[in-house]
């Protein structure tokens, strides 16, 4: 088992309160079955002072609630796909950071591409919600990654660095000890066409030099997850990878064999 092996769901709009039940209840009895034995109650793993569990399930904001309940007490954990980036007051619609916290999240996304390029969240609309999570103590996975027009142009790295660089110029290096980088290049999320494991290790081992150029320490302790098309037949070769700590599952973490098959893929 990869040491720091983190691999999260994102449900995003999908399902129903039943559905949702359904999924956690499968996927908790396949990981405590006893096929699993490695997967303890207390399975977390504990590196640079964060303490990482195997899996995040995300589920959608009316539903955290629900699965909250059903894995207290298991190894699994819970992140929410959004934040505000204000704390509190008039924002009808938004959920802040103390809310999730409240609730029991551990885990927000940031940034998922979704947002940025459905919803118009900037760089630095992005950099805010980064800074909430870290100031409420929530670990944000912060998604960063081209489009296909972008790769083409050769632009990849520019464009990743300019996502990080709006998150290092607003919460500073040493955020990243308490945060997660997940690649997601936009070409590959919900295509079925994931990146080769070559092209996603490039991108990561490239994120974490980068990292590296500031602080060498937090790159190489830094959990850095693929995400884009992530499948049962897929998943080993890219867990393969050297840089590759983990993923980001979107469509098949909606179905619990699958998941746990990628799960299983470390
Ligand atoms: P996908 O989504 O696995 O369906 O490509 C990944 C994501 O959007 O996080």
């Not at 908790?28 to 303890?40: E, I, N």
């Not at 796909?81 to 009808?92: F, I, K, P």
């Not at 990849?156 to 660089?165: A, E, L």
Request: aromatic share 8%; proline share 4%; glycine share 8%.
């Amino acid at each position: 088992m990869n040491k720091r092996f983190l691999l999260a769901a994102n449900w995003k709009m999908h399902g129903t309160q039943s559905q949702a039940q359904d999924l956690v209840q499968h996927i908790l009895a396949a990981l405590l079955s006893p096929q699993f034995k490695k997967v303890k109650k207390d399975q977390i793993e504990i590196q640079a002072g964060l303490q990482l569990p195997h899996i995040v399930l995300f589920p959608p904001f009316v539903y955290l609630q629900c699965v909250a309940e059903l894995i207290q007490n298991t190894p699994i954990k819970l992140g929410a796909q959004n934040l505000s980036q204000y704390d509190n007051g008039a924002y009808t619609g938004e959920i802040s950071a103390s809310m999730l916290k409240d609730i029991g999240c551990d885990y927000v996304l940031v940034g998922h591409s979704e947002r940025r390029t459905l919803f118009g969240e900037t760089n630095e609309i992005v950099a805010l919600k980064f800074h909430q999570a870290i100031k409420f103590q929530l670990i944000p996975i912060l998604c960063v990654g081209e489009t296909q027009q972008e790769r083409d142009k050769g632009q990849t790295q520019s464009i990743i660095s300019q996502q990080i660089q709006a998150i290092l110029k607003k919460s500073g290096i040493r955020s990243l000890k308490k945060a997660v980088i997940a690649y997601e290049p936009i070409w590959a999320i919900g295509t079925g066409e994931a990146a080769t494991p070559k092209q996603a290790q490039a991108v990561l081992q490239w994120i974490r030099a980068f990292i590296a150029q500031q602080d060498a320490q937090i790159a190489q302790n830094l959990t850095i997850l693929y995400g884009g098309s992530i499948k049962p037949y897929n998943a080993k070769a890219l867990f393969q990878m050297p840089d590759i700590d983990g993923g980001l599952v979107g469509g098949a973490s909606l179905d619990a064999e699958k998941f746990i098959k990628i799960y299983q893929a470390q």
